[in-house]
């Protein structure tokens, strides 16, 4: 073989990219939220209690679990280290996409294919993480190779051993993940329609070790589908969301997908002459749609579990029906085809900034943050588990701060204000990544703390410092504070002097009264409405000397006829004994559309007929940001 032919240096050059492409960034990217829950289910002492603990409350199969319970008792939970082999079967997936796509059609398409394969946003995304993507690409590879090999080689001479890599890729798939156990079975039915007579048996035994290999794993299955489902964490999928994924896969370039659209229709008018390229044209396309159509109808008719990366393990066969395509003229030009192709993918890449944003929520950069905090300032940590948060605050020197975990509903919004209450320190920290971050705990903070010295958004997750000191203070995002100015006199003798928190006067509601006066504007009138979020704070003082049972604070946006979004707190949620002033608080984000005549209202609910006492009643808008969009 002449390794210095053009054709092989032109494929080394494109295997450096990739690794160069893959390798770049990783030291620096952050652990994502699911690979941090890896490594955290994978941290105990035994392999079966790992499975009970770390792999029945999961929605996927053990192998890849297995793989990374064993690598960290090996080499230990470095991040870099623990990507490294997902990594390279990302970069090895490049080599064999290259390798199908030459024994189906030629060298030139194999290198397109590889082409477009290391240049997708999506593809590099998901083959720098230490999850089941880059694995399951790379094995259902190789059960694709094997099988091409095993069926369509001309020469009898050693398809046993194709056989075996046909059933080893299929294997693995099947224990990677359920939709790469989709996709190889497609696979392997496939296969039916092209076996040879004297090889149906085999090729029938193969399919059933195949499937008898899951056997083990069907405890697995079944406890974890006693949750409900496999899925169902998830939105349902969007109308649009295949073109939202074809967006994703050529780095959300409209001119990638012209050139490729292009492609198409000049490879229909100028058809090339590939042996058999109908049959690849159909097989590759089937089997990419075969896949979306599954995920996408189990996600409408049962559980939401199509995702982007659903279909990833098919989708470098989605690229090879697009090197089908290729223009007779081009062949002239393979070299220049080559390049062009590159820069294109290499450009819209870079252009999408894919290097310079993150693509899931981060645990490094506000651990960091955490790190350069005052010493004294305590800090809320939101994150769904804390030893993902730890992962990283634990390996920073001096790093003493009180962590107040998880302050996520009223419960802990109360204990929360307490906290902050007894606080002797000037600054107060809140970090937040792929969880539940409501706006309440800004607010609990701002109390004390009014003034915004610092905050860092990332994708999914955002950092903020607040202080004491107007020093260096940030724009806090107010955009009106109507506070009691607006605040409708409905019924003026509810008024009482007798008890209030603030002279003169508070509001009493008696068990006459199945509202208090309410707050209302019309949403139209509110400033802000450009902004990309906007949210209202609802705050008050109460007073009772019997816990309310059923009396609730309101904030509610109606339209002309109903509600649009209602939700409230109840007393119980920050009160407890008789006799003394409780702070309560309510926020509530606007709705992504809403009626032109819609109406913003804030009140109590007295539906209970309770008495109760309201004073400092007070209304606050401010805007916020889009945490999906850094």
Not at 298 to 314: A, D, E, K, N, R
């Amino acid at each position: 073989m002449k390794w210095f032919s053009l054709r092989n240096i032109s494929l080394i050059l494109l295997l450096v990219i990739t690794v160069v492409l893959h390798f770049i960034n990783l030291k620096s990217l952050s652990l994502s939220n699911d690979e941090l829950s890896a490594i955290t289910r994978a941290k105990f002492d035994t392999f079966f209690e790992m499975i009970d603990k770390g792999v029945m409350i999961d929605y996927h199969p053990a192998g890849i679990q297995i793989f990374i319970f064993y690598w960290i008792k090996i080499f230990g939970d470095d991040d870099f280290l623990l990507r490294l082999p997902f990594v390279f079967c990302g970069i090895a997936s490049a080599f064999l996409l290259y390798e199908i796509c030459r024994k189906w059609f030629d060298d030139f398409a194999g290198q397109l294919s590889v082409v477009f394969f290391i240049t997708s946003s999506l593809i590099l995304q998901y083959t720098q993480i230490a999850r089941m993507y880059s694995t399951g690409i790379f094995f259902g590879l190789i059960a694709v190779y094997g099988w091409t090999m095993y069926l369509f080689s001309e020469n009898d001479f050693g398809k046993k051993k194709f056989w075996w890599i046909w059933l080893i890729g299929s294997i693995l798939a099947i224990h990677n993940h359920y939709f790469s156990f989709a996709f190889v079975g497609i696979v392997g039915l496939s296969g039916l329609l092209f076996v040879k007579k004297e090889d149906q048996k085999r090729y029938l035994f193969g399919g059933l070790i195949a499937l008898v290999s899951f056997i083990p794993e069907l405890p697995i299955f079944f406890e974890q589908m006693k949750t409900g489902d496999i899925g169902g964490w998830l939105g349902p999928p969007e109308k649009t969301f295949l073109l939202d994924f074809f967006m994703e896969v050529f780095n959300h370039s409209y001119f990638f997908l012209t050139i490729i659209s292009l492609w198409l229709l000049l490879g229909v008018l100028f058809p090339n002459d590939y042996k058999n390229v109908t049959r690849w044209r159909i097989l590759s396309a089937s089997w990419f749609f075969l896949v979306f159509l599954l995920a996408y109808l189990y996600s409408v008719c049962g559980h939401p579990v199509i995702q982007y990366s659903t279909l990833l393990f098919g989708l470098p066969f989605l690229f090879i029906f697009i090197v089908s395509f290729t223009p007779s003229f081009l062949f002239r030009y393979r070299i220049q085809t080559l390049l062009f192709l590159l820069s294109i993918g290499l450009g819209t890449l870079t252009m999408s900034g894919y290097y310079s944003k993150n693509h899931f929520g981060v645990f490094k950069e506000i651990s960091d943050d955490v790190k350069n905090f005052p010493n004294s300032a305590p800090v809320v940590v939101n994150v769904i588990n804390p030893a993902y948060f730890d992962y990283y605050y634990s390996k920073h020197i001096g790093g003493n701060h009180t962590i107040i975990y998880k302050v996520e509903g009223p419960g802990e919004y109360a204990q929360l204000m307490h906290t902050i209450d007894t606080c002797s320190s000037k600054e107060f920290g809140y970090v937040w990544s792929n969880a539940w971050h409501p706006y309440e705990v800004n607010e609990i903070i701002r109390k004390k703390y009014p003034f915004l010295i610092l905050k860092k958004e990332y994708f999914n997750a955002t950092s903020y410092l607040y202080s004491k000191d107007s020093a260096h203070a940030l724009n806090d995002a107010l955009l009106v504070n109507f506070s009691q100015m607006n605040f409708e006199k409905e019924n003026p003798n509810s008024f009482s002097i007798e008890k209030y928190f603030s002279k003169p006067t508070s509001e009493f509601v008696n068990s006459k009264r199945d509202y208090s006066n309410a707050f209302k504007i019309a949403v139209s009138q509110i400033p802000g409405e450009n902004v990309e979020r906007r949210y209202a704070v609802v705050t008050a003082k109460v007073y009772f000397d019997k816990l309310p049972e059923k009396a609730a604070m309101v904030l509610a946006f109606d339209d002309s006829t109903v509600s649009v979004q209602y939700q409230n707190v109840i007393f119980s949620d920050f009160c407890s004994s008789p006799g003394k002033w409780y702070d309560m608080l309510l926020c509530g984000e606007f709705p992504t559309t809403y009626h032109p005549n819609a109406i913003l209202k804030a009140y109590f609910s007295n539906l209970g007929g309770e008495e109760f006492y309201i004073d400092d009643f007070n209304i606050v808008i401010r805007s916020s940001n889009d945490p999906y969009k850094k």
